[in-house]
């Protein structure tokens, strides 16, 4: 059966400080790869989607980035945190033909707190 | 613009009544659409899907949501609530030529005794 774990489960970082945030997925091949951001009260907001190895679709400027180094992780960075970054970051995958007929299945998610 | 509104933000009820949570949403054609579950500090859970056919979808849970194409509007029902319920459910929506679903804000479920 497919897993896809998330890390760190918890974050406390201070402003201007550099951020990495991983995801992996098991179980399955080419997965559609996704960081979703939660705030309090808004919701989640795509920030990133991936296809396939090294292409990343980005949503939303900002200070993040994320790069796909293989076909089953993600991983989310920042070369400087804002206190506006905080929130909480959830990785999910689907199959591969895409979100339309393929539901989106979540990790745990990362609590980020930025000082 | 496509949207996805879920009219309440919070929402009371007793342990045993019934519940019915509101998604509507604006996309130019009918989409697909999910109710996710979430408990506290956890990721989401899918509860239901509809993809197309019967308009009323059955999920997890005893969970269910009835497709309604005149009123764009796919709601979240159950007809005895339990304690266990209590988490945040968002709805979602996505294109059928799309990627990624896009949320709604959420609807926050207290169950009381």
């Known amino acids: 059966s497919q897993t896809i774990h998330q890390w760190p489960a918890t974050l406390v970082q201070p402003v201007g400080s550099p951020l990495s945030l991983e995801c992996t997925v098991e179980g399955t091949s080419n997965p559609n790869l996704y960081w979703y951001r939660q705030a309090a009260g808004r919701g989640l907001q795509l920030l990133f989607y991936?296809?396939?190895?090294?292409?990343i679709s980005s949503e939303v400027p900002q200070n993040l980035s994320a790069s796909r180094p293989q076909d089953r992780q993600f991983i989310l960075s920042s070369k400087k945190l804002l206190l506006s970054d905080s929130g909480f970051y959830l990785c999910a995958w689907s199959g591969l033909a895409g979100a339309d007929n393929s539901p989106l299945h979540f990790g745990n998610g990362t609590r980020l707190t930025v000082t | 613009a496509q949207s996805v509104t879920q009219p309440d933000i919070h929402i009371t009820v007793s342990e045993g009544a019934s519940l019915e949570l509101r998604c509507n949403y604006s996309y130019g054609a009918t989409p697909y659409l999910f109710w996710y579950v979430q408990s506290p500090g956890q990721g989401l859970q899918l509860l239901l899907k509809y993809f197309s056919g019967d308009t009323l979808v059955q999920g997890i849970k005893g969970f269910e949501a009835e497709f309604k194409r005149s009123q764009s509007s796919f709601n979240l029902r159950k007809p005895s609530v339990h304690w266990s319920d209590a988490a945040e459910y968002f709805c979602?929506?996505?294109?059928?030529?799309?990627?990624?679903?896009?949320f709604g804000k959420g609807t926050s479920l207290l169950v009381t005794p």
């Open positions: 991936s296809v396939g190895i090294g292409q």
């Open positions: 979602a929506v996505v294109a059928r030529s799309g990627y990624a679903l896009n």
